[in-house]
T-cell receptor, first 113, second 110 residues
């Protein structure tokens, strides 16, 4: 039973570019949340997707957008990249019915130069 | 005030020692609480949930104090492999949204 898978694992982008990160949730999970974790910090909530809609959003600008597909997989898009967007981006999935503890993917490490 | 606050540490303890971390939360309506463990450059992994009555899993004990709005994690007989960052996680509302603390770094020394 695969856990949460994220791709790519590492990415280097230039300021001003756009990036798309991908996540496949754990089997049986229907809710996907995205987090940004800067070095030495705890994960910060970006947004959550359920039933293909953004259900909640943290304090992130509109440059951060996402999508959820019918198979529950999700994408995180970041436009007009800034140096400060360099971080580990974590995808976490959970079953909305069960609601017990998230399962995290191993993350995508984004470096903006 | 931050929603979830932790002492970042580091806590440097010798093998075999007992160490405890606290985490405070600001939303009195918070519903569920967890401790996650994160190894360097890895993803967080669920260590244990925290129940109102307190709960134990081997060398790990978690407790919740709703009156004072904090949770704690106690690690007995520390092992070198316990070295990691321990993240306090609080579910403060509906829709399974959770808020993380900044984490407490533990270093167990031989």
């Amino acid at each position: 039973d695969a856990g949460v898978t994220q791709s790519p694992t590492h990415l280097i982008k230039t300021r001003g570019q756009q990036v798309t990160l991908r996540c496949s949730p754990k089997s049986g999970h229907d809710t996907v949340s995205w987090y940004q974790q800067a070095l030495g910090q705890g994960p910060q909530f970006i947004f959550q997707y359920y039933e293909e809609e953004e259900r909640q959003r943290g304090n992130f600008p509109d440059r951060f957008s996402g999508h959820q597909f019918p198979n529950y997989s999700s994408e995180l898009n970041v436009n007009a990249l800034l140096l400060g967007d360099s971080a580990l981006y974590l995808c976490a999935s959970i079953s909305d019915r069960v609601g017990y503890g998230y399962t995290f993917g191993s993350g995508t490490r984004l470096t903006v130069v | 005030r931050k929603e979830v606050e932790q002492d970042p540490g580091p806590f440097n303890v010798p093998e075999g020692a007992t160490v405890a971390f606290n985490c405070t939360y600001s939303n009195s309506a918070s519903q569920s609480f967890f401790w996650y463990r994160q190894d360097c450059r890895k993803e967080p992994k669920l260590l244990m949930s925290v129940y109102s009555s307190g709960n134990e899993d081997g060398r790990f004990t978690a407790q919740l104090n709703r009156a004072s709005q904090y949770i704690s994690l106690l690690i007995r007989d520390s092992k070198l492999s316990d070295s990691a960052t321990y993240l306090c996680v609080v579910n403060s509302g509906g829709y399974q949204k959770v808020t993380f603390g900044t984490g407490t770094k533990l270093q167990v020394i031989p």
